[in-house]
């Protein structure tokens, strides 16, 4: 069993930094950052699988960072050059050990609690 929680969310004026952590994984399998907005579908932001190789959505992509520390066991998510756009829930996601990553939530089996990020103009 995986229990994820995150930290490190809050306010920001654009053009800020924040870095949240997610503590909980195992260092075996894929991990990834999703978000959702009010009103909006929970999208994939991050991956990472138990190789190291990383895939981003298309709007984050150059201002984000998804890496892993403490063997693994924590994974982090840099995010530069914040905009109100990213303004969301951000939730830590885990998969089964046996799959990679994926794009749609649906694949992932275990969710943490989520933290608020606020991005004001």
């Known amino acids: 069993q995986v229990h994820l929680l995150e930290s490190g969310g809050g306010s920001v004026q654009a053009g800020g930094s924040l870095r949240l952590s997610c503590v909980g994984s195992d260092g075996a399998r894929c991990m990834a950052w999703f978000r959702q907005a009010p009103g909006k579908e929970r999208e994939l932001v991050s991956s990472i699988d138990s190789t190291g190789h990383t895939t981003y959505g298309d709007s984050v992509k150059g201002r984000f960072t998804i890496s892993q520390e403490n063997a693994k066991t924590t994974l982090y998510l840099q995010m530069n050059s914040l905009k109100p756009e990213d303004t969301a829930m951000y939730y830590c996601?885990?998969?089964?050990?046996?799959?990679?990553?994926?794009?749609?939530?649906?694949?992932?089996?275990?969710w943490g609690p989520g933290t608020q990020v606020t991005v004001s103009s």
């Open positions: 996601a885990a998969r089964q050990p046996t799959y990679g990553c994926a794009w749609s939530s649906v694949w992932y089996n275990y």
